[in-house]
């Protein structure tokens, strides 16, 4: 069943169907009528001879040009052609199409008077998978994102480049071989195709998707670490979650205690007899802390995405009054602001959680604080184990703290000083999935020591859920005994988590 626009019910299940699973979308029924409305509050205006910015007049610093009725059309066909100035390597399939259907959901609107045949167009370019070169670079996040939209845009027209069928082809050759017909764009259609937040919105809501799957496979791995360190998971009693009422830290701590249930290893050292202990290194007995404040950073971040979702962020926007009345009313709606601090908040929240994934990982090769072999070799010296393992997970550690520096809070004036205070939320979202990569690599290397840890300490057993994460990781890569390298079977074991088969256990 495909998925249809209305601009007020757009749900991320449905934009991930779209963009990784080429779901099929159209335009609604109550959508149209809505445009319809508005667009005849543009036409009105057109044929009144009265001015509105961006319908009859320059864009930015050049507002107060007023431009004749004959040169309308040409108006919006320049505005695509001079804001096409973005750089870069082009965003991903999925990012182009998530930001395709977020851009045509936001005009299904109704509030920005364009008709009905642009949403329509865009809907014909995801069905048919025309997907258009959207260079990465180039937008600074405040009167929206320019030129990647007006890359997007140039597709609409015919114009631009778009990726179909395996070639990337001329815009209008793309277009042509799809059966679709370019659209000629009317008074204001070309700015309300440009005038909007999403592309950082795209880029925030696929990385809000990946990361939700990392702090999950994160509490798998923290549960085979806590085995493999013999910790104790009295710091994750319910109780004491209660006492501090953190939705995220609660959510962490059952992952945390259901995964060892059952533990061989946790039963083999519980009396104080055999293990003198009071507590654990923050990195364990801390573990539902940080890993559910991050839960709860992301799901801060959601929330804004979620508003934004269903956002009309066009300018100006048209209201309609009644049948033969509207306004058209200029705003700051295109700002991203608030999508650039969302995207600093899970930026840090994936620093953070690298953060104490790398503490677990010393925590395990640090003969000092494992009681287990230097470097989990079970003939250290002669073989350095997972001495360098460790000493990649912190490489990708620190990179990500120094990704993680705020974007929202720099600005740079732009149009002639009338853009005079931008978000930077494309950049701000960009950097996200970069640091979703080292993530999933830091993880990957947690899960390899902590499997490791595990069968030195054979034959005792990790709970029975656990024991199910460390067969998957088992089955990509096998106990090291002598050195061989490693590389191979992190990326192996990084790919079983970007599956989301280890996360898949805590459903």
Known sequence: ???????????????????????????????????????AVVERLVASGKTAYGINTGFGKLASVRISPEQVRQLQVNLVRSHASGVGAPLSEPETRAMMLLRANALAKGLSGVRPRVVETLCQMLNAKVHPMIPSQGSVGASGDLAPLAHLAQVVIGEGSAAFRGEVLPGDEAMKRAGIRPVALEAKEGLSLLNGTQGMLALLSMALREA????????????????????????????????????????????????????????SHRSAEKDARVQDAYSLRCTPQVHGAVRDSLAQARETAAVELNSATDNPLVFVRDANNGDIVSGGNFHGQPLAMAADQVAIAIATLGGIVERRIEQMTNPLTSMLPAFLTPEPGLNSGFMIAQVTAAAL??????????????????????????????????????????????????????????????PLQTGALAKKAYDAVRAKAA???????????????????????????LR
């Open 397 to 458: 550690t620190s990179e990500n703290k120094a990704l993680a520096v705020p974007h929202s809070v720099d600005s740079i004036s732009t149009s002639g000083n009338q853009e005079d205070y931008v978000s930077m939320g494309m950049s701000g979202a960009r950097r996200l999935a970069r640091m979703l990569v080292n993530l999933r690599h830091t993880i990957a290397i947690e899960l390899l020591c902590a499997c490791q840890g595990i069968d030195l300490l054979s």
């Open 479 to 505: 106990m090291v005994t002598d050195d061989r390298p490693l590389a191979t079977e992190i990326e192996a074991v990084s790919d079983l988590v970007a599956e989301g088969g280890l996360s898949a256990l």
């Open 212 to 267: 939700d799957n990392l702090v999950d496979t994160a509490d798998v791995a923290a549960s085979l670490s806590l085995d493999a360190l013999r910790g104790s998971p009295g710091a994750f009693d319910a109780r004491i979650m209660h006492a501090r009422a953190y939705a995220g830290a609660a959510t962490t701590a059952r992952n945390l205690a259901h995964l060892n249930e059952g533990s061989q290893i946790r039963e």
């Open 1 to 39: 069943m495909s998925v249809a626009l209305t601009g007020n019910d757009l749900t991320f299940p449905q934009l991930y169907d779209v963009a990784l699973r080429g779901e099929q979308v159209q335009l609604s029924v109550f959508a149209i009528e809505r445009m319809n409305a508005s667009r």
